[in-house]
């Protein structure tokens, strides 16, 4: 093997090791923070007087696949859905007796980790 050939193939090995290098580097990196992050989203349904309303069926519904979850509330009204996921816009609304709160958004673009929301319900 001539010296030309040996530093053509040094070359090529060179290359190809940078180059899974760096497909490895970009295969491990760190996935994007908002992907892994998630937050808590809390609150109270209340009446007209600001009374909690117990046994209220409290509706979260996932815009990106519609996906439902749903809360039944205690004598103190309030309401949690734990680690959803930031980087999805989620509606809120709340039932009670034939009567409905309005909706809320949570959008994926507010940075809280905690979210209080209260939802009014006219029940009388």
């Known amino acids: 093997m ?6 053509s193939l040094i070359l ?4 190809v090791g ?16 908002k992907e892994k992050a998630s937050r808590l989203l809390f609150g109270k349904v209340l009446d007209h007087q ?4 117990a046994d209220a069926i409290v509706y ?11 809360y039944i509330v205690g004598k103190d009204g309030t309401y949690r859905f734990p680690a959803l996921s930031t980087a999805i816009d989620y509606e ?13 958004s949570l959008s994926q673009f507010d940075d809280r980790s905690q979210v209080y929301l209260d939802l009014r319900i006219d029940a009388r």
Do not use: C, E, I, W
């Open 60 to 70: 979260l519904t996932d815009t990106r696949t519609r996906a439902v979850k749903t």
């Open 50 to 53: 600001d009374n909690p309303l």
């Open 2 to 7: 001539n010296a030309s050939m040996s530093r």
């Open 12 to 15: 090529a090995v060179t290359a």
């Open 18 to 33: 940078v180059l899974v290098f760096a497909l490895g580097a970009v295969a491990n990196a760190a996935p994007d923070k």
């Open 92 to 104: 809120v609304y709340a039932q009670y007796k034939g009567h409905k709160s309005d909706t809320k």
